[in-house]
């Protein structure tokens, strides 16, 4: 997965030409995209570890086994 977000970033990088597009891009698109992403990530191990607790709540109550 990192691989895939440093092949993403390398790409987009080799795309500017010059000072003032990489301050639009580091204005306008990453400083969004980042904060998308993290809270999309978060969101998403947040949802993980909630359904991974869930399974083993399940299944200590069906094997009978206590905390």
Do not use: H, P, W
């Amino acid at each position: 997965m990192s691989y895939c977000f440093c092949a993403i970033f390398y790409s987009i990088t080799l795309l500017i030409r010059n000072i003032t597009q990489i301050k639009f891009f580091q204005r306008e698109i990453f400083k969004y995209t980042t904060i998308f992403l993290v809270f999309l990530f978060s969101g998403i191990i947040l949802f993980l570890a909630y359904m991974k607790k869930l399974k083993n709540d399940k299944s200590k109550k069906n094997t009978g086994g206590s905390t």
